[in-house]
């Protein structure tokens, strides 16, 4: 049976429909921060595309292709599950929402697991210049070092945003469990759902970026 | 289900299926077709798919114009960035 829905108003807001836009556009220029972050890296991936383009084809042929597309997928039906969490707390249907957050947050586990297996693949075929005393598979190419330490600085922080994630998506579950959540913290769905959103948003680019442009 | 949430289920479920598809054709193309200038397709499905995501998946049509004009600003800077340093290197 469907319960009401709505936001407890804090002292310094007006309305709940204020505190609400407030939430959201804070949400939306933390977001940009992230953007800008991610950009600058995907930038210099770019550039290294255009300068050392022989490199880059030596690494993206040892990058997992099959693994990076498969994550490409379990990210992008993660995110229908979040929307349908958002489409149901708006309707007030409490237990198949966090059923459906927790589908999310699985679904975000099951990509770390696929990347954990992709970097140990990676560690066993020697593809890991940054670590010392460890030879490297490209030790004639130095420019594809370049390209190999990028590949991890930006999947490297994606995971940590994931895991960020999937922690936020466990807690909010928990939270969101409890009896009236949805009359006082609806939005808190809607914020949680914005940032699962971007970080499949920012893996959408950075498959095409580091996997698939003329690999 | 009730019609109501299968009303509002749809278009979340249209932009999963879409983007699936658009992932589907970037993989054809990266497997099939590696060389020449293939690249400028995967980078428009690529944007295609950025689009969609924030459009029907952050609901960023639906925003108040406030947050729809930060969410814009910050892609133009982003293409700010891209275009201004693409252009020197590409151009070299």
Redesign the interface.
Known sequence: MASAIGIKVEEHFHSEEQQR?TA??GM??F??TE??LF??M??CA??IR??HPDSVTAVALHLK?WIG?TN??VL??S??FM??AI??S??G?QRPMVMCMLVTAGLGMLFMLLKAYEYYRDYAEHMTPFLPGRRYELVGDPASRLFTDLYFIITGLHAIHLTIGIGIMLLMSWLASRQGFLQRHQNRIEIT??YW??I??IW??V??TL????? | M?P??KR??R???L??LA??AL?GT??L??IFF??GHM?IA??F??TT??AS??IF??EAHK??P??RL??G???F??AI??TL??VD??TR
């Open positions: 836009e959201k556009l939306w220029v977001l940009l953007l800008l950009s600058g995907f930038v770019l550039v255009v300068m292709f597309a490409t997928a992008i039906v995110s229908f929307s349908c489409e149901l708006r309707l249907r759902g914005l959103h971007f499949d948003l959408i680019v498959f095409p996997y698939l442009l003329n690999r | 009730s109501e949430l509002q289920l278009t979340p479920l932009t999963m983007l699936l992932l970037n993989v193309l990266g590696i060389s690249w995967e980078v499905i690529a798919m950025v995501v924030i998946g952050m925003e108040p406030i947050v930060f969410s600003l910050g892609f800077w982003v960035l891209f340093t693409m290197y590409a």
